[in-house]
């Protein structure tokens, strides 16, 4: 049945999703060009908020749960599974608070509207999956601008989507290279539930009626620990909302 409704729904979601990103590339231009990077953070954060919301032409239910009082005045590293695509605009959303920003593909930087204009002047990193020296370089740059703004960033570990929703293997890479560069940062895993289903089927037809859930878990504190143990323990708490046992 969520099939069924997908092939009705799903145009009239991407018409939705595709209208925003068209109506904010304008918007997110002039907000930089002529008021800097306050006035684009805002616009990109409306423009998040309107994408997140989208689900309900899926009748899909967006949730986010944070119990924990998160700190403004330092970088966070937040360290989150990663199922779909439409991860990405609820975690801008529920966390604009914090500046995240992202490591995405250099590839990404071109050809998307809203997006591809926010990765370029947004602040986070876009790594050249194929040139390391060129990948480390930028994490590094970030983690930089981490610690001189009180920043945040927003890391899959896994490093690519888990299609099923199993949860793959956490790498400690990235958590590694920025916190060598903004050691003060706090560690913050978040479980994000249910938005692999969407795509279950592919572009098309995105499936409907699921509860979107994005949990904020307890903050760790790398003190005298390794990135390898933050890494492992970051997966652990991640992989007990889910239900998911180490392998």
């Known amino acids: 049945m969520s099939k069924f409704f997908g092939y009705i729904l799903s145009p009239v979601f991407y018409f939705f999703f595709g209208l925003t990103l068209c109506v904010f590339h304008p918007i997110q231009w002039i907000c930089?060009?002529?008021?800097?990077?306050?006035?684009?953070?805002?616009?990109?954060?409306?423009?998040?908020?309107?994408?997140?919301?989208?689900?309900?032409?899926?009748?899909?239910?967006?949730?986010?749960?944070?119990?924990?009082?998160?700190?403004?005045?330092?970088?966070?590293?937040?360290?989150?599974?990663?199922q779909s695509m439409y991860d990405i605009p609820s975690l801008i959303w529920f966390l604009r608070k914090h500046h995240a920003k992202f490591i995405s593909k250099i590839e990404l930087t071109k050809g998307i509207p809203s997006i591809s204009i926010n990765l370029r002047l947004g602040g986070g990193a876009n790594i050249d999956r194929k040139d390391n020296k060129q990948a480390i370089s930028e994490i590094i740059k970030l983690g930089r601008r981490m610690k001189d703004n009180n920043w945040s960033a927003v890391i899959f570990p896994e490093g690519t989507r888990a299609k099923d929703g199993k949860l793959k293997t956490f790498q400690f890479g990235g958590i590694a290279t920025l916190l060598k560069t903004a050691p003060n940062a706090l560690v913050v895993p978040v479980a994000i539930e249910n938005s692999w289903k969407i795509v279950r089927f592919g572009m098309f037809p995105l499936t409907t009626g699921h509860a979107l859930r994005w949990t904020v878990l307890k903050p760790i504190e790398p003190a005298d620990q390794s990135a390898n143990e933050i890494t492992l323990e970051i997966e652990t708490a991640i992989r007990k909302i889910l239900n998911q046992p180490l392998s």
Do not use: M, W
């Open 32 to 82: 930089h060009k002529f008021f800097g990077y306050k006035a684009h953070k805002v616009s990109v954060d409306v423009l998040n908020f309107f994408l997140t919301y989208c689900q309900i032409f899926l009748l899909n239910s967006v949730s986010f749960k944070n119990e924990h009082d998160l700190p403004t005045d330092r970088p966070i590293i937040f360290a989150a599974n990663h």
